[in-house]
């Protein structure tokens, strides 16, 4: 098969990702706007006192994930309806979630699990309604709503295939196959 080729592709300078950004928040970046109004390390105290271990035996194993980027993925999470996956997904993907997080294009995103062991935490030892519901105060201190919204997951999916013998191929072309779907 040819590919067409319809417009040529450029190549990608210094300054593309910051131009890129730029355009974001010429449209009206949401995130970007709610990054401006809000401190979220107001949230810092209360989300470490309720996950962190206090005491290292050592320095070993992967560091954890920062506790605030963690909770404004659950905040991207409720606002947008994804789910632990499809949240990894969308900061993979999108540049708006990514400049959200404080997230550069070679930084690591953390996976599905680790978001659903973050809630986990956070819903067990109730905090979870406590740092929404300070996150809520805030913004309405500020004057602002958040609301909520939706984003569609779409994927494909591979369609059965219905295979049809000559004679019944026959009677649908005659018209007749109504009676085939009531077997």
């Known amino acids: 098969m040819r590919k067409i080729q319809y417009k040529s592709t450029g190549i990608a300078g210094l300054f593309d990702h910051e131009q890129a950004l730029?355009?974001?928040?010429n449209k009206g970046n949401a995130l970007e706007r709610l990054s401006e109004v809000l401190d979220f390390e107001i949230f810092r105290e209360l989300l470490e006192d309720s996950i962190l271990t206090k005491?290292?035996?050592?320095?070993?194993?992967a560091k954890p994930y920062d506790v605030v980027m963690l909770f404004k993925i659950l905040i991207l999470q409720r606002y947008f309806g994804l789910s632990d996956g499809?949240?990894?997904?969308q900061i993979i993907d999108r540049?708006?979630?990514?400049a959200f997080l404080g997230l550069s294009?070679?930084?690591?995103?953390p996976d599905e699990k680790t978001v659903w062991s973050f809630r986990e935490k956070l819903t067990n030892n109730q905090t979870i309604?406590?740092?929404?519901?300070?996150f809520r105060d805030v913004?309405?201190?500020k004057g602002l709503i958040l609301n909520e919204g939706k984003m569609v997951d779409a994927t494909f999916a591979t369609a059965p295939i219905q295979r049809n013998t000559r004679e019944e191929n026959k009677?649908?072309?005659d018209g007749d196959g109504a009676a085939l779907w009531n077997i």
């Open 22 to 25: 730029e355009q974001l928040s």
């Open 55 to 61: 005491e290292k035996n050592n320095n070993a194993g």
């Open 86 to 89: 499809q949240v990894e997904y």
């Open 95 to 98: 540049a708006s979630f990514k």
């Open 105 to 109: 294009s070679g930084d690591k995103v």
């Open 129 to 134: 309604e406590k740092t929404f519901v300070l």
């Open 139 to 141: 913004l309405n201190a």
């Open 171 to 173: 009677q649908i072309k």
